[in-house]
């Protein structure tokens, strides 16, 4: 069998639920854990940090909308804003498939969602830092993939996103 093939031999509809189940799971698991890493955070933490309201709204905002969005895209449900969830034909067997691309950009949502709730969660001024970062790093990369497609006007949303997710990584350096 080739490498390749593992996912044709179970419906789609099965691997969207195996996945929609582990990120559950996962995030259920977090939620459960929040105490328990918020007691941890709070003892290795200096007293000197304490983000304010802002860079907590910046940080939650973006901590629900990634992991939101990136259970969406596991689950293949459509998100059209987001992503390009055209049906396309694959080369090698002439089957078409909707959004192909759609669960590995999930993952990639969710794995930032992961950085801003430890962030959250441990009130550490570098996971702050880092996740901030990293949003502020994808929104920056979204504008030049955008501009290098030649269009600036759907680059226009994450200008305005990234204003506001700047002061907040401004603000815990």
């Known amino acids: 069998m080739p490498a390749n093939t593992f996912h044709r031999t179970l419906p789609a509809a099965a691997i969207g639920k195996t996945l929609l189940a582990l990120a559950a799971g996962f995030v259920a698991l977090l939620i459960a854990a929040s105490p328990a890493l918020a007691a941890a955070g709070s003892q290795q933490v200096a007293a000197a940090f304490e983000p304010s309201w802002f860079v907590q709204g910046i940080t939650g905002l973006f901590a629900l909308a990634t992991l939101a969005t990136g259970a969406l895209a596991l689950a293949n449900i459509g998100l059209p804003l987001l992503v390009d969830t055209a049906t396309f ?12 691309n759609v669960r590995g950009w999930g993952v990639r949502q969710i794995a930032t969602g992961v950085t801003l709730w430890a962030a959250l969660l441990l009130g550490d001024q570098v996971l702050f830092q880092v996740s901030l970062a990293s949003v502020v790093i994808r929104q920056g990369l979204d504008i030049v993939a955008n501009l290098l497609d030649r269009r600036p006007l759907a680059a226009a949303p994450y200008v305005a996103i990234a204003v506001p997710t700047i002061a907040a990584l401004l603000q815990v350096l």
């Open 89 to 100: 034909v694959r080369v090698d067997n002439d089957e078409q498939v909707r959004a192909p």
